[in-house]
């Protein structure tokens, strides 16, 4: 539909195919399900693994940053 904001995939930049519900998200990130299917299927220890890990990681902790967190 015109005028509906499609959500782009944190990792991979583009629009999912199969529109709003074609992924997953992650405190608020947007991760479709291509990068998803990539993600399961990766091999650990490889450097698209650490290099996708450290994306995963950085979309927590950017919504994270959004929490005031109060120290001890
Ligand atoms: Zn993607």
Known sequence: MQGNIYPLCY????IPELGLYDGFRIRGKFFCSSCEQAIVTMETGTQEYQDTLACIRKAIFEGMSRVKVIGL
């Not at 990792?11 to 583009?14: E, L, M």
């Open 11 to 14: 990792h991979c930049g583009k």
